[in-house]
């Protein structure tokens, strides 16, 4: 009995793994869809917990609006904090202003300041994850917690592996990134877990200016199209 019990527990998994992939593609889909019609972008990260009077959120309000200015769309997560901020600047400039939504059971809420059809809500991390990965022509990093950590290092990755185009990953605040990237160039880089090349796209920097420097210098000889 306790067999036919535990059989018939694992097909029924395996029937709702099944059927989940239809909701999968289903969001794949959507994002391809309008993600394909927005141009060219630059993601922002960051924390969602960081509060409106924090001095990173007042920057990352001037990055999205000089991005926007420089004729870039912005791509956030969609919820408060720094995706608020991003959104927000690009909103203020006038520019595009993306919301990659996920359903979360705290802190993520869409922002009043994603535009009303670029507004995107997602299930899957995975699915919202080749999404900022596919259309984004750069990452700029706002300070942030596991979330932002796991976007810089999957984009770092992908590029490192030759999985998709090389861009631009900036990450802002110098005295917030410092004790990571001595980590990283003191020990991965010193035992030889990465290469120094594998650094060579990485900036980091602490004004709005340089941000849009940086991307615009590095697409002066090349296309700006979707990264895979």
């Given amino acids: ?10 097909n029924e998994i395996k029937t709702n793994d099944s059927w989940a992939l239809f909701k999968i593609m289903g969001e794949f889909v959507n994002g391809f869809e309008k993600m394909s019609k927005i141009g060219p972008c630059v993601s922002i990260f960051g924390s969602a917990r960081t509060k409106e009077d924090n001095a990173y959120y007042k920057l990352a309000v001037d990055i999205a609006k000089s991005i926007a200015d420089a004729g870039y769309g912005v791509i956030t997560g ?4 720094i995706m608020e901020a991003g959104n927000k600047g690009a909103n203020l400039a006038g520019g595009t202003s ?8 705290f802190e993520q809420h869409d922002n009043p300041y994603i535009d009303g059809d670029k507004s995107l809500d997602f299930d899957y991390f995975f699915v919202r994850k080749v999404m900022f990965v596919k259309y984004s022509q750069g990452f700029v990093v706002m300070p942030g917690g596991f979330g932002t950590l796991d976007e810089l290092f999957e984009a770092i990755t992908l590029i490192q592996t030759n999985k998709i185009e090389k861009f631009p990953i900036i990450l802002v605040g110098s005295k917030f990134w410092a004790g990571l990237m001595e980590w990283v160039k003191n020990t991965m880089l010193t035992e030889g877990n990465i290469s120094p090349k594998d650094l060579d796209l990485i900036k980091t920097v602490d004004t709005a200016e340089e941000v849009v420097e940086i991307i615009d210098a590095f697409y002066k000889s090349r296309s700006l199209s979707p990264n895979f």
């Fill in 1 to 10: 009995m306790r067999k036919e019990l535990h059989h018939k527990g694992w």
């Fill in 78 to 81: 969609g919820g408060p904090g």
């Fill in 98 to 105: 993306v919301g990659l939504n996920i359903d979360l059971p």
